[in-house]
């Protein structure tokens, strides 16, 4: 089966760093993707990746190991805005996404 | 560029009653893919639909289906709907079925079933 983990809550200060693990496992992997949902609002995509490293997006990052099965989605310079839920999700090869249960980030000022 | 539609918005329903759901994909997108969301809880697939033809399925039972148009548009109709049916219904476009294709969700229709 499939299966991916992330923490349910995190918490940080306007201004500051913060990072989302996800750790999968997965029968024939096909990419790790990442989704931010504000409350009511639809899920929309952040990044991708595919191979190993380090993609970034303006204030967004994420990363990839394949060899331990763990991304990361790292957020810069966090604003008051960034207060959403955040699912990381498996593709599989017939192109439909498993989320994780995705981690509720509350910015503070 | 017309962003992906739902409709309707909300919907509340009895059980054992039955539901269509409605999603207009975005301009230029063959591939329908369409999820359930729990409150508190992931996206979890139903199904996805490319090209008029089901291209993959969820762990849903039968009485999940759908139908996606030669527009691209499509319907998932739920029959005998019980009460964890409840959740909000998503459904996201993209223009290819590869999986690192960015997928463009709709606002969803909430579905309450009493």
């Known amino acids: 089966g499939q299966s991916l983990e992330q923490p349910s809550e995190v918490t940080a200060v306007e201004g500051a760093i913060v990072q989302i693990n996800c750790t999968y496992q997965?029968?024939?992997?096909?990419?790790l993707s990442w989704y931010q949902q504000h409350d009511g609002g639809a899920p929309t995509f952040l990044s991708y990746n595919a191979l190993d490293g380090l993609e970034e997006t303006g204030r967004f990052s994420s990363f990839l190991s394949r060899s331990d099965s763990y991304g990361y989605l790292l957020l810069q310079e966090l604003q008051m805005k960034d207060s959403a839920s955040y699912f990381c999700?498996?593709?599989?090869?017939?192109?439909?996404?498993?989320f994780g249960q995705g981690t509720t980030l509350q910015v503070k000022p | 560029e017309t962003g992906v539609t739902q409709s309707p918005t909300h919907l509340i329903k009895t059980r054992g009653q039955q539901v269509t759901l409605r999603c207009s994909s975005q301009?230029?997108?063959?591939?329908v893919s369409w999820y359930q969301q729990a409150l508190g809880q992931g996206p979890q697939f139903i199904f996805q639909?490319?090209?008029?033809?089901?291209?993959g399925r969820g762990n849903f039972p039968p009485r999940f289906s759908g139908l996606q148009f030669p527009n691209y548009s499509s319907e998932l109709n739920v029959n005998a709907l019980e009460l964890d049916d409840s959740a909000l219904y998503l459904c996201a476009s993209s223009s290819t079925t590869g999986v690192g294709n960015e997928q463009f969700f709709g606002p969803g229709t909430r579905l309450t079933v009493l």
């Open positions: 301009s230029g997108h063959n591939t």
């Open positions: 999700a498996v593709g599989s090869n017939t192109g439909k996404l498993i």
């Open positions: 639909y490319y090209r008029e033809e089901e291209n």
């Open positions: 997965t029968s024939g992997f096909y990419g």
